[in-house]
């Protein structure tokens, strides 16, 4: 059993061997502890200098390469796409700033934005599905084309949503048809204050679309994992994505970093998605936002590619010249 002089040495064994690294620091050792930390210490901040006029240099290299870009832009994609018009969908909420930086990318290439159109939580709440399977069921008289019965609710939303912001009158190809302006009173609207509308609008859309682009909310590109995407919300994203293209001239995926998540990463991982989908990645970087209308141009002409900086996908997209598009009136049958 131990005893009350055991613990008395052991204390004692402490405070001595206390005192004698005491008095090693304060004299034979003083000098070297301080010299050896003193050298520590320059040496990270040497170090911490370096690294920052490294960072400095990278920086102002990448602000040059983005000047030059944003320079160059307007000779690049003059005459891409003449008088074409495009709507803009966002998936979510999207910075203003890189939905400002597309329209001007889409303006420079002669193009014209028709309409902004945003996606508000209630497009995939799993608490309104019910209620988006009763207001999909009404919007089915107005789609022509419409999806096969076996479809599903987000294609069928898709579908209208999509053919909202694009049907014109035959007779008139400058003004949206009637069922169009349907479709998207009933999706920008609803019955309570306490609900968001599935879709909310810029301003009130007239004219109809030839293209679309589709533009990703952003995910967290420095995070060490990123949140998972819930997989039902990602499905109802890509089915606004492939209707776009389906029912258009052409559309184009603007999506963020192709991290963990992205949507981008959801088209590649499906091989049929990837051959009739283009997108575009980091599209809130300058040369993201040059390549959308290249991008869109290429996919009208019949080219789908996948295009940024990262794994299987293209630098930079094709540039194509389009033709001004024919809007020769149709006069409906039986008139």
Known sequence: M????YHVVSLISVFLALAVGIALGAGPLKETIGDTLTG?????RSEKDALRAELDDANARVAAGDAYVDAAAPTLLAGVMP????????????????LEAIDQRLDQAGATVTAHATLTDAWTSAALRDYRQALAGSLVQYLQPAPDASAGLEVELGYALVQGL???????????SADASSLLAVLSSTDSQDQDPLVTLADPVT?????VVVVAPPLDA???TPSPVDEQVQAAQLAVVTAAQQLTDGAVLADGPQVTGSLTNAVLADDAT????????????????????????????GTNGHYGSGPDLTVMPPRVQL???????????GD
Do not use: K, N, Y
């Not at 131990?2 to 002089?5: N, P, Y």
């Not at 008088?83 to 203003?96: D, F, Y």
């Not at 033709?323 to 049958?333: K, M």
């Open 274 to 301: 990837a051959a009739r989908v283009t997108t575009v990645s980091d599209a809130q970087l300058v040369t993201g936002a040059v390549s959308v209308p290249l991008a869109l141009a290429a996919r009208i002409d």
């Open 2 to 5: 131990i005893d009350f002089r």
């Open 207 to 211: 004219t109809p679309a030839d293209a």
């Open 222 to 224: 420095d995070a060490a």
């Open 323 to 333: 033709p001004v598009p024919d809007r020769t009136p149709v006069t409906p049958q």
């Open 40 to 44: 520590q210490v320059e040496q990270l």
């Open 83 to 98: 008088e074409r018009r495009v709507a803009v969908v966002a998936l979510g909420e999207v910075e203003p700033a890189v």
């Open 166 to 176: 694009t049907a014109a009158q035959p007779e008139d190809p400058d003004a949206l």
